[in-house]
């Protein structure tokens, strides 16, 4: 479908990679190969209403201070729910506080599927990736730069089967002993880099939410851990019909 909209429709373009190179690098081969003053990614299992792009397109050409947009998100069977799907508006003035706002609680940070201003995300292919929470510390940098906003009408649903629904979510990117009391460790240095500038009061409420979403994620990684063994044992069981033998 795709290769015939290319062949059709000049606006379209196609790239098929000989081989499979992961998300991330596909992610960040389309944001550099892109050139339109908006921008989004989009998963195969995302959907988005019909007027999503005209909702947020329109919105962001009438307020320049934001650097994204989005309509309310959910995961496919799902309510929406702005805290839990972490997709609402974040308009304080203050750069800081706007951080805060997104570092405040764990979040499905739906707002990395707005639309957003490709002009703010020009150096994010250079930048490092592979730990959890690297798609928070996109949208942190964003904040920093302006503001973000959930609109009231369309919508957008995410697929279940991203990284992040999948039991070895933690397990893939613990790489040092330390990432058992700290998963969040490497965006947490991130989320200090960004506030290297900030009022003190700032910083100390920072580390205030770096402890207690590090303190939730170390409850999640163990219960995602146990939940992993007893599949591993459930799979390794062979149960014999009775009177087969």
Known sequence: ICSSFARNDRRVVF??????????????????????????????????????????????????DYVGATCPVRLKGKPFNPIAMGDASIDDPSPYSRMLMMVGRMHANGRFSSLLRREALTDWPEHRKAYLGADWTLTLRLLHAGKMKRLDGGWVELGNNGASRRLTIFASNRKRLLHWPLPL???SREALSAFAGAP????????????????????????HEVRMRLNERDAS???VPPGSL
Not at 51 to 56: G, Q
Not at 200 to 223: E, F, S, Y
Request: glycine content about 4%.
């Open 237 to 239: 069981t062979v149960r």
């Open 15 to 64: 790239v098929r990679q000989p081989r499979n190179m992961g998300a991330e690098s596909n992610f960040d081969l389309v944001l550099a190969a892109a050139r339109s003053h908006y921008f989004m990614w989009a998963a195969a299992d995302d959907i988005r209403s019909p007027d999503f792009i005209e909702r947020c397109a329109g919105f962001l050409d009438r307020n320049a």
């Open 185 to 187: 460790l490497d965006f």
């Open 200 to 223: 003190l009061a700032d910083k100390a409420r920072l580390w205030a939410k770096l402890a207690v979403i590090n303190a939730i994620g170390a409850t999640m990684q163990v219960r």
